[in-house]
């Protein structure tokens, strides 16, 4: 079926720096989303995109976190800087039309922030 | 707050019986109650969800019951497999909106 592929599935860094995870979305999906899930808890929606713009945000996405799509390549969110409480597994998650339909989610990206 | 709340934290149960998995919330506006299967190492997927103007939604060996009076509903699955062994989440969200509300899961081990 539609897979939604994440890159890298494992990244570590140090605090401070700037991190940049990937996102592949369903090629005929419009609407994007991050979920936040840290270790033993639930998954927290961050930020859901559409037609180019953010349309919803959490009070997890802090100003240090961007998104965009550039020429639809990518989906991708950018940290910057990190960190500690950053680390968490991201996940990205795509649906053809709104969240109250089928989001297809990617395996997730672990960000181990040092 | 947590809005969804999932029990038990884990699940164990023999193949061939039922496994109940329950979910309840605390926001009244949520009318779309997806639930989401997640195996090891990969992403949620949607299993089977519900709206709230129904109080049962089945497929296959997969039923929701909805009480929303009581703002419960449970997964139920009939005749378990090992290969339903997995994390099962339960999300809700209101009608127009594009969040979805989590909860932690259970973790459902289905014992051959």
């Known amino acids: 079926g539609p897979k939604v592929l994440q890159i890298p599935s494992h990244q570590i860094i140090d605090m401070g720096q700037m991190v940049t995870l990937n996102c592949d979305p369903v090629?005929?999906?419009?609407?994007f989303y991050w979920y936040k899930q840290i270790l033993g808890q639930q998954m927290e929606f961050l930020v859901n995109f559409y037609n180019g713009k953010v349309m919803e945000k959490s009070k997890l996405f802090k100003d240090q976190f961007s998104v965009e799509r550039p020429d639809g390549s990518y989906f991708t969110l950018k940290i910057q800087p990190t960190a500690l409480e950053d680390s968490a597994v991201y996940f990205c998650?795509?649906?053809?039309?709104?969240?109250?339909?089928?989001?297809?989610f990617g395996h997730g990206t672990k960000l181990s922030v040092l | 707050q947590q809005q969804v709340r999932q029990s038990p934290q884990s699940l164990t149960v023999w193949e061939g019986e039922t496994a109940i998995l329950n979910c309840s919330y605390e926001?009244?506006?949520?009318?779309?109650f997806p639930w989401y299967q997640q195996f090891p190492g990969e992403g949620p997927a949607l299993l089977i969800s519900i709206r709230s103007v129904s109080d049962k939604k089945e497929d296959g060996r997969f039923t929701i019951f909805f009480n929303k009076r009581e703002k419960k509903l449970s997964l139920h699955i009939t005749d378990s497999q090992p290969g339903d062994s997995a994390t099962y989440f339960c999300a809700a969200s209101t009608e127009g909106a594009d969040r979805l509300t989590f909860g932690k899961g259970t973790q459902l081990i289905i014992q051959p």
């Open positions: 090629s005929n999906h419009l609407y």
């Open positions: 926001d009244s506006t949520f009318n779309y």
């Open positions: 998650a795509s649906s053809r039309d709104r969240a109250n339909e089928r989001l297809f």
